[in-house]
């Protein structure tokens, strides 16, 4: 099977950084896309930054610019770099992988647990 482990989350003042990483363990075959996904208390969960099966990047307007995507593909880790957070930041981070598994014929989605991101005023 497959696991996704997030970590980094916690309590940051507004204008602060915090730095999210997310691996992919398990008998993957290969990974199509990984990203990152929130959801806040009452909300649904929505995109923050993932990469496309063909690589590119694409962000949420809400976090365009203070936020990074970046990964290291021989970890099948993911990482988000979070600058400039605002107390509307605050949610339920999730990492989520688009894979194929040894032995399997198609693709499914995966999520991890998430952490949470707490931004005071």
């Known amino acids: 099977q497959v696991q996704l482990v997030e970590s980094g989350g916690g309590l940051v003042q507004a204008g602060g950084s915090l730095r999210l990483s997310c691996t992919a363990s398990?008998?993957?075959?290969?990974?199509?896309?990984m990203g990152w996904y929130r959801q806040a208390p009452g909300k649904q969960r929505e995109l923050v930054a993932t990469?496309?099966?063909?690589?590119?990047?694409n962000y949420a307007n809400s976090v365009e610019g203070r936020f990074t995507i970046s990964r290291d593909n021989a970890k099948n880790t993911v990482y988000l770099q979070m600058d400039s957070l605002k107390p509307e930041d605050t949610a339920v981070y999730y990492c989520?992988?688009?894979?194929?598994?040894?032995?399997?014929?198609?693709?499914?989605?995966?999520w991890g647990q998430g952490t949470q991101v707490t931004v005071s005023a």
């Open positions: 990469f496309t099966t063909g690589g590119t990047t």
């Open positions: 398990g008998s993957i075959f290969s990974i199509k896309s």
């Open positions: 989520t992988a688009h894979l194929q598994l040894v032995g399997g014929r198609y693709e499914y989605r995966y």
